[in-house]
């Protein structure tokens, strides 16, 4: 089973400010990750597949980039809507495994 | 309008069985893998087993293998997920999702509490 490692825990940032989220694969995925984005009470929201495609109606304040067993989002500029939990997910290989995420909270 | 909606949740015995079930509309349900994802109370989610289009292939995670049997009806659109020998780790809210490999469309999700 690939393991999936995410850094921060949490991240305290201020509204406009840049945050940056990490993911790390125990061995490759090559580009099959996905980030999704989960607020209390929520479904997950997908924002990236493929590693850095963003999804139908995703803002462009959301990229993604990284490839093999290094990946990031980035979200430019934090709106408040913004403040949530954030998950990466490989889907290269059975079973599908997650983060165990990232909470985005307001500084 | 894509809709998935869950339904099946309850309290049950740890042993216990439970049947859950995910009616879909509006996203072409033949046609897509689907999937079981779940996350228990507080905690990250869990891919629990997935389906090809004509139910040829299933794939679960090892956790639930034996207990668990993932199953559709493409003639209804529905997705079921029967569940056997409960136990209290099984204790999560259970999403539907379309894709079997992720997903960009998510039911609201069924609570299963295992408990006696």
């Known amino acids: 089973e690939i393991v999936m490692t995410q850094s921060p825990a949490t991240l305290s940032v201020s509204p406009g400010e840049r945050a940056t989220l990490s993911c790390r694969a125990s061995q490759s995925v090559s580009s099959n990750l996905v980030w999704y984005q989960q607020k209390p009470g929520q479904a997950p929201r997908l924002l990236i597949y493929g590693a850095s495609t963003r999804a139908t109606g995703i803002p462009a304040r959301f990229s993604g980039s990284g490839s093999g067993t290094e990946f990031t989002l980035t979200i430019s500029s934090l709106q408040s809507e913004d403040f949530a939990v954030y998950y990466c997910q490989q889907y290269n290989n059975w079973p599908r495994t997650f983060g165990q995420g990232t909470k985005v909270e307001i500084k | 309008e894509a809709q998935l909606v869950e339904s099946g949740g309850g309290l049950v015995q740890p042993g216990g069985s439970l049947r859950l079930s995910c009616v879909v509309s509006?996203?072409?349900?033949?046609?897509?893998?689907m999937s079981w994802v779940r996350q228990a109370p507080g905690k990250g989610l869990e891919w629990v087993a997935n389906?090809?289009?004509?139910?040829?292939?299933?794939n679960y995670v090892d956790s639930v293998k034996g207990r668990f049997t993932i199953s559709r009806d493409n003639a209804k659109n529905s997705l079921s997920l029967q569940m056997d020998s409960l136990r209290a780790e099984d204790t999560a809210v259970y999403y539907c999702?379309?894709?079997?490999?992720?997903?960009?469309?998510w039911g609201q999700g069924t609570l299963v509490t295992v408990s006696s």
């Open positions: 999702a379309r894709g079997g490999w992720y997903s960009e469309f």
């Open positions: 389906i090809k289009q004509d139910g040829s292939e299933k």
């Open positions: 509006g996203l072409a349900f033949p046609s897509h893998w």
